[in-house]
């Protein structure tokens, strides 16, 4: 229903699909800015991290439309619906700065040895497990929630019940990601301190 809507021209769903594309470049472009300021190419953590970031990606924009080709559509389309709560706004313009504030800030402190220690390898291993498991976790409930939407709403008009199977049968809001799994591994403890203050 996705791609016929893209055939007929719907406006909304072309929007929809440049945003994404918009967000996708976005990313690229900071994490070559990343590497740029870390000098090096060869950070493993940072590509540990851009392999998690687009398997999920994948998973979001070829698995989801044909999963839940409704819930695909929200999620591109919530932020700007009126009924999104309006404290969720500002939070979602936060995460995004975090999420580029992360990676660049970490390789400007690797460069520049801001931070007094190095996280042992062990620690930087888990981290990188954890967010893994983070994807995997992502992608379950995406499976099992088809009202899973990227912002804080009531979705009325698609009937939303509340779910409590899967990954909601143990935790209310299984998708909480924690940043310290990024920071932990790109080994920035300075990043870690002003991201847990």
């Not at 998973?59 to 709560?85: C, I, N, Q």
């Not at 509340?162 to 990043?191: C, E, F, K, M, Q």
Request: contains cysteine.
């Amino acid at each position: 229903e996705t791609q016929q809507a893209m055939k007929r021209g719907d406006p909304r769903e072309a929007k929809a699909v440049a945003s994404v594309a918009v967000g996708v470049v976005f990313i690229c472009c900071t994490v070559a800015c990343a590497f740029y300021a870390r000098g090096n190419i060869w950070w493993w953590p940072m590509w540990l991290v851009v392999a998690n970031a687009g398997f999920y990606s994948i998973m979001h924009l070829v698995w989801l439309p044909h999963r839940h080709p409704d819930l695909f559509r929200e999620r591109l389309h919530s932020l700007a619906d009126p009924s999104t709560v309006w404290w969720d706004r500002p939070l979602v313009a936060v995460f995004f700065f975090l999420a580029t504030f992360i990676p660049l800030v970490a390789a400007v402190d690797l460069a520049h040895h801001w931070s007094p220690f190095s996280f042992p390898t062990v620690a930087r291993a888990a981290a990188m497990l954890g967010g893994a498991a983070f994807q995997v976790l992502a992608i379950w409930t995406l499976h099992i929630n088809a009202f899973a939407s990227s912002c804080v709403r009531i979705q009325r008009e698609r009937g939303q019940t509340v779910i409590i199977n899967g990954p909601y049968a143990h935790v209310r809001h299984p998708v909480r990601h924690d940043s310290r799994n990024d920071t932990v591994s790109s080994r920035s403890w300075w990043l870690h301190s002003s991201t847990s203050a």
